[in-house]
Every structure is written in C-alpha cells, then in structure tokens.
Nanobody, 126 residues
Framework: QVQLVESGGGLVQAGGSLRLSCAVS???????????MGWFRQTPEKEREFLAT????????YYADSVAGRFIISRDSAKNTAYLEMNSLKPEDTAVYYC????????????????WGQGTQVTVSS
C-alpha cells in the first residue's frame, strides 16, 4: 500500500519561506527508480493546480510558470522523502498543498498520478 504523508504547512508572512515534506512509503525498492513525484495545490475557487515534478532516480525537474524561480522541488532517496521549498511567498499562494506519486515519467496533469497525500494547509498573510 503506497502512502504519502505531507508535513510542513502553516502560516507565514508574505515574502517568507516554507518547506513542505512528503514522506513516501509502500513502493518496492526497484519500483522507486521509476517513480515521479509531483506537488499540486488547490483552493475552493480553483481546480487542482500543478506546481512541480521530479523524477526519483535522475532528479529531473519541471515547474509550472507560476512558481518557477520561487519554488524548488527535491528528493532525498535515503529518507524516501520529497520536498517543496517555497520562497518569496505571496498571499495568492494560500492553498492546500498536495504531493502525488506516479510510475514512469513526469507529468503535470493531476489525473496522471496514482497516489496522493492528505494535503497540508499553507496560509500566507499580507
């Protein structure tokens, strides 16, 4: 059973930073090399929005234009954890943030991901 557990959300002032974590468990060790992780966010007013993705083995990354240059996705293979470092946060970054996992390549569509975390709230005050 694959499980993703996010942590690190909270309240931050505009211009500040947060780092979200996503602990991954349940994949067989040989499958992990084919895994890609993604980060998304959602507000009540919008559909789930793609932010960034990374391949587990190579560390190849791809970002949405809305966060490129401010957010950084990474992973720590020893800890089976993916991260999203968020800098220069703005009030419009307020949302519930989700990590997701899939096998075989990066993707920006939420429907391409097989497993999801429970979400963590990020609130940016002005």
């Amino acid at each position: 059973q694959v499980q993703l557990v996010e942590s690190g959300g909270g309240l931050v002032q505009a211009g500040g930073s947060l780092r979200l974590s996503c602990a991954v468990s349940g994949y067989a060790s040989d499958t992990f090399n084919s895994v890609a992780m993604g980060w998304f966010r959602q507000t009540p007013e919008k559909e789930r929005e793609f932010l960034a993705t990374i391949t587990w083995r190579e560390g190849n990354t791809y970002y949405a234009d809305s966060v490129a240059g401010r957010f950084i996705i990474s992973r720590d293979s020893a800890k089976n954890t993916a991260y999203l470092e968020m800098n220069s946060l703005k009030p419009e970054d307020t949302a519930v943030y989700y990590c997701a996992a899939r096998v075989s390549g990066i993707a920006s569509l939420a429907s391409r991901y097989d497993f999801w975390g429970q979400g963590t709230q990020v609130t940016v005050s002005s």
